[in-house]
T-cell receptor, first 116, second 112 residues
Framework: EPEVTQTPSHQVTQMGQEVILRCVPI?????FYWYRQILGQKVEFLVSFYNNEISEKSEIFDDQFSVERPDGSNFTLKIRSTKLEDSAMYFC??????????????FGSGTRLTVV | QQPVQSPQAVILREGEDAVINCSSSKALYSVHWYRQKHGEAPVFLMILLKGGEQKGHDKISASFNEKKQQSSLYLTASQLSYSGTYFC?????????????FGKGTKLSVIP
């Protein structure tokens, strides 16, 4: 079964440093997303990406964050000048919106970001 | 605006049934249901697109009441493997939205 792959699985970084989280979505999917989940809490939307540009972003997704699709397969989330409160599990997801009713999101296994 | 899930947590013995509800204050385009086991990614269960729609596979099914802006997930004859946190995710009507908003989740624990 096709998978969404995320790397690294765990990243520890010092406050103020920049991190790049990487994702390889399912190859024929058109829509890509980043979500985050602070430990024990709900899954929060960050940003959606379609046709090489941001479709929507949440209030969380401020100037500290950026996304890129540098080539045909990778989808990255960059967090500049990390803060302690950025510590969370970051999930990448993809979906193929137009294949009918079963366009549920496929989530990657996540990157646990710890800011110290 | 996030959907509201209830209950927050439920404990079942194997074989018992449960209902998890998801309601919204805004008109819904679709409702997704996901299950997340501890330390893992959410896994897609099903999506409901039309008012009155019901879907299911195995012993897990769901309904979507468009007028009431709510959905319910039904787990029958629960198995140990059903344990996890269940999230509903909603897409809102008319927004041309590419955003799925999740509820806070319902933690389901199935015990022998």
């Amino acid at each position: 079964e096709p998978e969404v792959t995320q790397t690294p699985s765990h990243q520890v970084t010092q406050m103020g440093q920049e991190v790049i989280l990487r994702c390889v979505p399912i190859s024929n999917h058109l829509y890509f997303y980043w979500y985050r989940q602070i430990l024990g809490q709900k899954v929060e939307f960050l940003v959606s990406f379609y046709n090489n540009e941001i479709s929507e972003k949440s209030e969380i997704f401020d100037d500290q964050f950026s996304v890129e699709r540098p080539d045909g397969s990778n989808f990255t989330l960059k967090i500049r000048s990390t803060k302690l409160e950025d510590s969370a599990m970051y999930f990448c997801a993809s979906s193929d919106y137009w294949t009918g009713e079963n366009y549920g999101y496929t989530f990657g296994s996540g990157t646990r970001l710890t800011v110290v | 605006q996030q959907p509201v899930q209830s209950p927050q947590a439920v404990i079942l013995r194997e074989g018992e049934d449960a209902v998890i509800n998801c309601s919204s204050s805004k008109a819904l385009y679709s409702v997704h249901w996901y299950r997340q086991k501890h330390g893992e990614a959410p896994v897609f269960l099903m999506i409901l697109l039309k008012g009155g729609e019901q879907k299911g596979h195995d012993k897990i099914s769901a309904s979507f009441n468009e007028k009431k802006q709510q959905s319910s997930l039904y787990l029958t004859a629960s198995q140990l493997s059903y344990s996890g946190t269940y999230f509903c995710g909603t897409e809102y009507s008319g927004a041309g939205s590419y955003q799925l908003t999740f509820g806070k989740g319902t933690k389901l624990s199935v015990i022998p």
